[in-house]
């Protein structure tokens, strides 16, 4: 198992910026050095070939044979260089020899006339650059003459090595200050990245603050920086709605802790078995509401995203929802309500928490059954494509204004003091896990309420 190594990126651009550019660099210089090669090739081959034309200038014909008219002085000038050798080679198409200082290889081309063809071969030990050229055989169109020069390469390598000597350096110093523009460039640009984390290392848990000057930051910057801020307003907002989580639950939990304690208290102190009673049945009253309360903060608590999930099963919504419904017609029989069924027997099945979806259900027939008055109805539908979920009552109805606040924790409608405003907070948190989006509408004929939950296809 391999370990993921921690890198600088202020290193990692200076390599990807620097790598590159010092091998472009390199190779330009040694392409400078291959033109400067191939540019001095070019111009003293030039000069071969025109000493050869003006050697070849210089044949003529006497009494029907060719001679090589040159005088001693131009043939000591043609041979004299201050730093190569120059040899040179004039043959009949017979073989005779009109002029030579040195013994040539033949030519791996045989060139035709006014063609010029360049080899490399050694003569007396030294490497030579040599020009072969043919022309006419003066006064005899059927007989030609062939031409050779050479040279050493003294001159040639000189003059690579000359530019060698001054564009090296050169490229040396344009290396150097695009490295050094480089690091300034990157050194510069993340020091945006280094206020930014100064400005992290300095945030506290109670005071979560975006990003300052985001504006000013560099637009590479700017996307990571408006998500960060993103992350930090969620984290905040997260954080106050714990804390008012926190305090509400303390708050809900005060009343039936303090109405128990005086109970409790007032049952110590009654003598009389009838008052006895009486207080110990509020003991079990607040008792039974304190653990109605832990149940849904605990439930709430489990159903939020954040938390791990359970392994999501194929569920049927219909058997989930008639098992659950056996367990509230005690409740809904103590109100006188109706509360029914309409749906299928089975079939309807989506990937979900069971668990999970039985607390929805439960807190949506628990919701309706609490605030729909005596002789009311209660009905639980079930249906297909898309998957959906509806609990109708005959209740007093919710108005529109307050029917997005009723997923609001520890809010109550009405005056209603049985419950403890999480039952519907609790069903939107498990349909935002599920995906399922929640309705509010009114109820059939217009009276009391249905909630409707969808579930994705």
């Known amino acids: 198992m391999s ?28 392409g400078t050095l291959a033109l400067a090669s191939y540019i001095g090739s070019e111009v003293y081959d030039n000069w071969l070939y025109d000493s050869a034309m003006a050697m070849g200038d210089q044949v003529v014909s006497h009494e029907n044979k060719a001679q090589l008219n040159l005088p001693t002085a131009a043939i ?9 050798r120059i040899f ?39 490497k030579t650059r040599i020009v072969a050229t043919r022309i006419a055989y003066p006064g005899n169109p059927n007989n030609s003459i062939l031409i050779q020069v050479g040279e050493t390469f003294n001159k040639r390598t000189a003059i690579v090595a000359r530019i060698a000597l ?38 506290r848990a109670d005071d979560l603050q975006p990003v300052a000057d985001i504006e000013r930051m560099p637009l590479e910057l700017k996307p990571l920086l408006t998500s960060l801020n993103g992350l930090i307003g969620r984290l905040s907002a997260a954080q106050e709605a714990q804390q008012r989580f926190i305090s509400n639950a303390a708050h809900q939990l005060r009343t039936p802790l303090a109405s128990l304690q005086v109970q409790a208290e007032r049952a110590l102190r009654e003598t009389d078995p009838a008052r006895h009673s009486e207080a110990l049945s509020q003991v079990l009253t607040a008792l039974a509401r304190s653990r109605h309360m832990v149940h849904q903060i605990l439930t709430l608590a489990r159903s939020e995203p954040s938390q ?37 027997d089975a079939g309807v099945c989506l990937k979900g928490e069971a668990q999970l979806l039985r607390e929805l259900i439960g807190n949506l027939v628990d919701n309706a059954v609490r605030y729909t008055p005596a002789g009311g109805q209660v009905t639980v539908m079930v249906s297909l494509h898309p998957v959906r979920l509806c609990v109708d009552d005959t209740g007093p109805g919710i108005p529109l204004a307050e029917r997005a606040r009723v997923f609001e924790r520890f809010y109550r409608l009405g005056t209603d003091q049985t419950g403890c405003g999480l039952g519907l907070s609790i069903v939107a948190e498990i349909a935002a896990r599920h995906g399922a989006q929640i309705h509010v509408l009114d109820g059939p004929d217009g009276k009391g309420t249905r909630i409707e939950v969808v579930f994705p296809a």
């Open 308 to 344: 791990t999930r359970s392994a999501t099963t194929s569920v049927d919504l219909a058997e989930l929802v008639r098992d659950e419904l056996e367990n509230w017609i005690d409740a809904a029989e103590e109100k006188d309500i109706d509360l029914g069924y309409d749906g299928l």
């Open 3 to 30: 370990i993921a190594r921690a890198y600088s990126l202020r290193w990692r651009l200076l390599q990807r910026l620097g790598v590159p550019i010092a091998v472009v660099l390199i190779f330009s210089g040694l």
């Open 76 to 84: 000591e000038m043609f041979e004299w260089d201050a730093k190569d």
């Open 88 to 126: 040179g080679n004039v043959v009949t198409g017979h073989g005779r020899v009109l002029f030579s200082n040195a013994v040539f290889p033949d030519p791996p081309v045989n060139p035709k006339i006014g063609e010029r063809f360049y080899y490399n071969a050694k003569i007396r030990g030294y």
């Open 166 to 203: 001054i564009g090296l350096p050169f490229q040396a110093f344009i290396l150097t200050i695009i490295g050094l523009s480089i690091w300034y460039a990157v050194a510069t640009s993340l020091r945006a990245v280094n206020r930014v984390s100064a400005q992290l290392a300095d945030y």
